[in-house]
């Protein structure tokens, strides 16, 4: 049965390979391509309402939001509170410790984007890490930026938010001293890093009662994170920056080698910036301008495809080897002129120009171009998580946030309940060498006192032909954060699937270096991988990535989607 629909397809597919699938019935699988035994077709989770929605990678966290909203609170109310529910009920990603950026669009059509990436602290110099091993800036005091996610949920608070902040944050305290009821995702989770988290005497009591991750189904709370989080409540953001957390933060940086000093602390700002604009089809594209790479990156992908008119259809050579070649490029790009503002210019008028994009399609022929090669390291498991949220009134926010690392440094203050991130690594660390996530950069982002360090975290909001509030999207995934947006953008607009089989459809992403087109498990049929690998593409086939959280227009209201791969949930009314 399943030779004979893949070798269908495949002949479908070799046959008609710039045919676009326009017409889809609705409920019809539309993605030729996928393996048939494709596990993850009809797995996501979905939830629908009639005004407003929140998806989240916890289901408690989405609740939290849902909540808000129901309270006459408004999208970035939602955001904040769901920003800060995280950093309990998903300890892997969710933070105050880390950073992130949120994209806002008001119904009026205002958008703004927040940047409160961490900074490198005042004691960071540029080859650092060269001397102390790779595992110095993944693992340890030593690996952790300024935090920017207290300054920036406060921030986007005081400008947009119309609830009193006690009100926003007063659920995570909630979850936090009272406790909130573990699943199997988060237990898991704690378990598979247990071996770092077990190295920090904080984070080993906090994570690891009786030297196990706690069990599904009981309570787990954090009281010092829930003392931690009513000092924000008392005096904003003051009560992290400034007192008695920013003084624990600077014990344990003494106490382990750390950088992060008092006045670090003091001087770190979230920063509003215009976002990205990208025209796609007739739709428009708003997403995060650097320190994040994402919307730039994106951008460029989305350019160069935009020229393929029709799109091949959804998993066949002719488009997975386009795609392979708009990536190499764009992330070239990227990993070459991208990093903080404040610090180096970035030609993004340039890198964004629609011309620019037809230059660069007219290089792409029938056969893989070349970049040289290199052995990237296994790196650590990885972890970030993202959030969209809308509100009744139609105003949208997509927000991202990450420790970069699954627990970041494994590092948790003592006495202050919070883990600490392992941002430094996104950093040139070594210029030229890879980084965890096998990225080669340059000097544009290499390490220097108070720089924001190169993301490519990807929040972004779609609005259809006729300008309105269409789609909220984002994820985790590090690099692969900017291809599977691209995805689930491309998925909807070009290959005309619903939102879930755009979600669960498998994934393939380059990011030029290693040179090689990283596709996701069985996904794509074996015949379409051996015609790639005659074009003159590394094919690496790997486990699943990635956990979207997506909301989408409906005729009837709003639709949430969470990723099957990963433990996330919606909640709407
Ligand atoms: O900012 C970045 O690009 C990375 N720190 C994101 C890391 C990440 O998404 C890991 N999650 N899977």
Redesign the pocket.
Known sequence: MRLSAASVTLALILLLPGCARRSQAPGVTPAAGIDPSWPLTRKARIAEAPKAMVVAGSPVASNVGRDILRRGGNAVDAAVAVGFALAVVHPEAGNIGGGGFMVIRLRNGEVQTLDYRETAPSGASRDMYLSGGSEASVTGHLAAGVPGAVAGLTEAHRRYGRLPFSAVIEPAIRLATDGFVIDDHRSRSIGEDSSRLVLFPASRATFLPNDQPPAVGSTFRQPELGATLEAVRDSGAAGFYRGWVADLIVAEMKRGGGLINAADLAAYRAIWRDPIEISYRGHTIYSMPPASSGGVTMGEILNIMEGYSPMPAFGSVALMHREAEAMRRAFTDRNRYLGDPGFVRNPVERLLSKEYAAELRKQIGEQASVTPKFEAGAGAG???THYSVVDAEGNAVSCTT?L?NSYGSAVTVTGAGFLLND?MD?FATSPGQPNMYGLVQGEANAIAPGKRML???TPSIVLDRAKQLYLVTGT???PR?ITMIYHVISNVVDHRMRLAQAVEAPRNHHQALPDSLRVEGSGFLPEVLDSLRARGHGISVQGTWGDVEAIIRTPTGWQGVSDPRGGGGGAGY
């Open positions: 990885a972890s970030t990450t970069n941002e996104d993301s490519a975290m985790p995934g590090g954060i």
